[in-house]
């Protein structure tokens, strides 16, 4: 039972409330650790994003996350090029990873078409294949951290990819919200941690690596479940000596219910 366990996720307290409302319903006790901080590229990248649309007139637009969404059209709001980044992006096919990225798009007026049923760049390939869009162009608003996996993915299929890179990630400076759970790390009471993304990885051994030497850190990992959100989530974990689980379904819900089962 997860019932009195501690249970931690790799995103700040405002973006993990799904995470508490159901750590909370089980029983068990959730702890918040803001990992990343998001570097936004400015205002010249919806200008970057409108000359790519102008330019390549791409039949699709992919939009990853819901953070991507809402830095693209704020800034757009910013310096009056709102109503321009809106009809840009209608006018193509759009395609959702995720319902929070779907839920994002339509409060902006936007129609999205597709959302795949693995919300993962592997979705995004799987919505192309069956789309048939051998030779099309497709447009992808995204962080500068992310792996090159979905452009080749989408190039091998046969489509004409264009990346704008909107933010860039580094190390959260909020470091007074871990301070609950590094007292209970360092305890072995924290029975499990969600990962959600890659950076939130390197990004959580940076931060724990300023207090823990590495081989006391990996062995009170070793007393704690470590839970991927997906695949390029396990594989980073990986990199640092750490045998994940992996939920089988890539959302917050998926995971919360992969790791309850861990305790049955």
């Not at 973006?15 to 089980?26: G, M, N, R």
């Not at 570097?39 to 007139?57: T, Y």
């Not at 395609?95 to 993962?120: N, W, Y």
């Amino acid at each position: 039972m997860i019932q009195g366990k501690v249970i931690a996720i790799t995103r700040s307290k405002e973006d993990s409330t799904e995470f508490t409302t159901l750590i909370s319903k089980a029983k068990a006790k959730a702890i918040s650790l803001p990992t990343i901080e998001l570097v936004s590229k400015g205002n010249g990248m919806v200008d970057e994003f409108l000359d790519a649309i102008k330019k390549d007139d791409p039949d699709y637009s992919v939009f990853m996350s819901s953070k991507a969404v809402t830095l693209l059209f704020d800034t757009a709001k910013k310096i009056s090029k709102y109503e321009k980044l809106r009809l840009a992006v209608t006018n193509t096919t759009v395609i959702a990873v995720g319902p929070k990225t779907k839920a994002a798009l339509e409060s902006q007026g936007i129609r999205v078409a597709h959302m795949p049923e693995r919300f993962s760049s592997v979705g995004v390939g799987e919505v192309f294949t069956f789309l048939n869009a051998d030779g099309k162009k497709v447009i992808v608003p995204r962080s500068g951290a992310s792996t090159p996996f979905l452009a080749q993915l989408l190039e091998k299929i046969g489509l004409q990819v264009k990346e704008i890179y909107l933010y860039d990630v580094k190390s959260s400076s909020a470091l007074s919200y871990w301070t609950e759970f590094k007292t209970l790390f360092s305890q072995n009471k924290v029975d499990g941690i969600i990962f959600t993304s890659a950076s939130s990885v390197r990004a959580f051994f940076d931060i724990m690596s300023s207090d823990m030497d590495e081989k006391t850190l990996q062995s009170h990992l070793g007393k704690t479940i470590s839970l991927a959100i997906g695949p390029f989530t396990a594989d980073e974990l990986k990199k640092f000596g750490v045998k994940p689980l992996t939920a089988d379904v890539h959302t917050v819900q998926g995971a919360v219910e992969a790791i309850k089962s861990c305790f049955c």
